[in-house]
T-cell receptor, first 118, second 108 residues
Framework: EVSLVQSGGGLIQPGGSLRLSCAVQ????????MGWVRQRPGKGLEWLSV???????YFADSVKGRVTMSRDVSGNTLFFDFRTLRGDDTAVYYC????????????WGQGTTITVSS | HVLTQTPSVSVAPGQTADIACGRD??????VQWYRQKPGQAPVLIVF???DRPSGIPERFSGSNSGNTATLTISRVEAGDEADYYC????????????FGGGTKLTVL
């Protein structure tokens, strides 16, 4: 059974950078279709990105050009490197695994909060 | 191609709650439903419109017809109080992964 443990996040000034980590337990990260979803305070869920088993990535316009995703095979961890942060990036960020073909987010991390404020 | 959900639904314990998700021709898509309790991560409770992951009670069921997908919760319990989100993937639109705005289920 797959589980995801997130770390990273915190308070960051506008324009800063941050790394979110998502440790995968129960499946090799390189074989796992994964993505990121965020939830702004009091708002709904917003898809941000996916990384395919091949390593290919796809980003929402809201983060495109400001985010890089990478995988550490030895640590079985997915990284979400976020730069040029803005106030409207303040949110809870979730990593999740996806089911191929259905494109359903089936296992979620516990979430980690990014607060962008001076 | 927005997914439209009623912001709130209220139901008494033991009754049935229907939560709708609207979009043109939604019946042609696989629809997922997620439950999110306060301070917690979302949990997948229905996938492919009418299938349940293991561990999700039979009280939760999904249907999809015409322009509306529906999550039905039978014999509602106090613990069902949560936000419920629908989601689908449409390869012809951007963004392809779309969530509804969410429905807050209140158990009276």
């Amino acid at each position: 059974e797959v589980s995801l443990v997130q770390s990273g996040g915190g308070l960051i000034q506008p324009g800063g950078s941050l790394r979110l980590s998502c440790a995968v337990q129960g499946s090799p990260v390189s074989d796992t279709y994964m993505g990121w979803v965020r939830q702004r305070p009091g708002k709904g869920l917003e898809w941000l990105s996916v990384i395919y088993q091949s390593g290919g990535t796809y980003f929402a316009d809201s983060v495109k050009g400001r985010v890089t995703m990478s995988r550490d095979v030895s640590g079985n961890t997915l990284f979400f490197d976020f730069r040029t942060l803005r106030g409207d990036d303040t949110a809870v960020y979730y990593c999740a695994t996806l089911v191929t073909d259905l494109e359903a987010f089936d296992v979620w991390g516990q979430g980690t909060t990014i607060t962008v404020s001076s | 191609h927005v997914l439209t959900q009623t912001p709130s639904v209220s139901v008494a314990p033991g009754q049935t709650a229907d939560i709708a998700c609207g979009r043109d021709n939604i019946e042609t898509f696989s629809v997922q439903w997620y439950r999110q309790k306060p301070g917690q991560a979302p949990v997948l409770i229905v996938f492919d419109s009418d299938d349940r992951p293991s561990g999700i009670p039979e009280r939760f069921s999904g249907s999809n017809s015409g322009n509306t997908a529906t999550l039905t919760i039978s014999r509602v319990e106090a613990g069902d109080e949560a936000d419920y989100y629908c989601q689908l993937w449409d390869s012809t639109t951007y963004p392809p992964w779309v969530f509804g705005g969410g429905t807050k289920l209140t158990v009276l």
